[in-house]
C-alpha cells in the first residue's frame, strides 16, 4: 500500500484548528467562570465543569501532540507517516472537543453562532480533512506492518532508557505476565531485586540521597515500558516509592531523607500507600483514621481500604487524623514500618500490644499487586516516623497530595505502556487471522481501526511526555496538566484496548490472548491515583475556572 499520501491537512492547516478551537473554548471558560463564580459553585453546576474540563483536556493534548510533530520537523525526523498521525490525533481531539461542547454552549446561552463564528465552514471541511478516513487507513496498514511499533523518536538518552527498559521486561517481566495475572501470584522477588539494581525505584530521587535523578521523562519512559509487559506485575512497582520519596523530599526532616530516600531508589524497601478508606474515597479531607500521641510516638486506630502492595511491603505511608481538628488541617502524614508478608493475608502483632491486619479485595484485573482492606488496631509508630516531625503535623494532605500529582504522571505513562501492548497484540494477529479468504488486516475497517488506536495513542503520548517536562520545570505549576495527563491517557488505554478485543473477535474474551488481560487491567485506570469525575471536577476543573 506504500507511504501515506502527502495528508489532506497539514500540520499548518491543524494549528489553524487548534488556534480556533481555543479561542472557541476560551470563550466558553469566560462563561463557565461566570455561571459557576470562578469556580466557587463548580458543585452546582458539576456537568458543565466536566465537560468544559475535558475539552480543555483535549485542546491541550492537541497542542501538545502539533508541538512533538512540530519540534521533530525542525530535528529533521518527521517523517510523513509521524505528521499524518499528529494531524490525525489532532482531528479527532478537536472533533471530540466540539461535540463535547455542543451542548455547554445552549447552555450558557452562546448557541450555535458562537460555534459558527470560531468555525466556519471552510473551516469544518479542514477538520473533515484532518479525520480523513484514507489517512486513518494508512496509519493502520502501517501499524500492521511494523507489528503495532508506534513510538515518536526521542533524544539519545531518552532512547537509551526506552531500550534498555524494553529490553528488561521483554526478557524479564512478559514471561511472567500471564501466570501472575491468572494464578494471582505475587510478584517474584527476584524480579523486585532486579528492578532495584538497575535503579528503577530511584529515577527521581536526587543523587545525594542515593537516587540517579534523570528526570520525569526517564521515569515516564521506564514505567511505560515496564507496563508494557506487565501493568501489575512491574509497571506500578515504582509509583508507590515515588509518591513517598516526592512527599518526604517536599515536607521530610533532613534525618527522614538520609534515613529513608536511599532504600526507596535501591528498592530495599517496599512502599505502600494507605489513604483511602472504606467509607471515604476520593474525599481525602474527611478521613478518620486517627493517630493519637503517646510517649515515644503514637497509636494508630482506625480501617485504610485500597492499599495496593500492603501485604508485601516494607512501609506503609498513612495519612491520619492527628489532630481535633476537621478537614485537611488535622491530618498528618506517618511512615509506618511492617514486616513484609507473601499471599493474599496477614497479621502484624506488636511486642507493645498493637496489631495490624490486612485482607486483599478480589478483583477481575490488576492482580499481582494485590489491595487490600487493613485495619489498625492500637498501631505504635516512633515519632521519627511522623514526616516532617512536629513541623509536619497537621501537612499530610499538602504532602501526599503533592506525591499524588507525580502519581497521575506516571499513571500517564502507566497507560500509554498498556495502551502500546494492546496495539501490537492487536496489529499480530490482525495480520494473522484469515477470514474470508484473506488476512482481516487487510480489510478498510480494519485498517482504519487500527489507525484510531495509533492516533489517540500518539496524542495520550503527547500529552503525558509534554506533562513530564513541566514537572521537570516546576512541580506545583504542573499539578493541572499532569491531571490532565493521567485523564485522557487512561481513557485511551481502556478505549484502545477494547478496540484490540473487538478486533480479536471471540478470541479476544479468551485468557489465552494477552488481550483479554489487557482491557481488564486497563479498567483500573481511571479509578486510582485520582477517579475520573474527581480529576475533572476537583482538579482541572477547579483550577481552570478559578482564574
Known sequence: MGAPPHPACSLDDARRLLEAAEALLQAVLGATQERTRSGRAIDAHQVLTVRVAY???????????????RRLREEGRLTPL??????????????????????????????????????????????????????????????????GRAEPPLDEMLEQVRDSVRAFAEKEVAPLAERIHRGDEDIPEALIRSMGELGYFGLSIPET??????GNQAMLLTTEELSRASLAGAGSLITRPEILAKALLAGGTEEQKREWLPKLASGALMIGVSVTEPDVGSDVASLKCRAEKVAGGWRLQGPKAWCTFAGRADVLAVLARSEDVAGAKGLSLFIVPKDPFPGHSFEMRQAEGGRLVGSADATPGYRGM???????????????CLVGGEAGRGRGFALQMGGFAAGRLQTGGRACGLAQAALEET??????????????????????????MAAQLFAARALSYAAANAMDEDERKAVVVAAQAKLLACDIAARVSQQGQVMHGGW???????????????????????VKPILELKVIGRALLSG
Open 508 to 530: 479476544g474474551y479468551a485468557e489465552e490472548y494477552p488481550i483479554s488481560r489487557y482491557v481488564v487491567d486497563a479498567l483500573v485506570l481511571p479509578i486510582f491515583e485520582g
Open 427 to 452: 496489529a499480530k494477529y490482525v495480520a494473522g487471522r484469515a477470514q474470508f479468504g484473506k488476512p482481516i488486516g487487510d480489510f478498510q475497517l480494519t485498517r482504519y481501526t487500527l489507525g484510531h
Open 209 to 214: 540521597y542515593g537516587g540517579h535523578e534523570l
Open 82 to 147: 509521524l505528521e499524518s498521525t499528529a494531524v490525525a490525533a489532532t482531528g479527532e481531539l478537536l472533533s471530540s472537543l466540539l461535540y463535547r461542547l455542543e451542548p455547554v454552549l445552549g447552555e450558557l446561552g452562546m448557541g450555535a453562532d458562537a460555534r459558527d463564528a470560531h468555525f466556519p465552514a471552510a473551516l469544518r471541511e479542514t477538520l473533515h480533512a484532518a479525520n480523513a478516513e484514507a489517512t486513518l487507513r494508512h496509519i493502520g496498514h502501517d501499524a500492521i506492518e511494523r507489528g
Open 55 to 69: 475539552a480543555a483536556t483535549e485542546a491541550r493534548a492537541a497542542r501538545e501532540a502539533l508541538a512533538l510533530a
Open 370 to 384: 494485590h489491595s487490600f482492606t487493613l485495619n489498625f488496631e492500637n498501631y505504635f509508630v516512633p515519632d521519627n
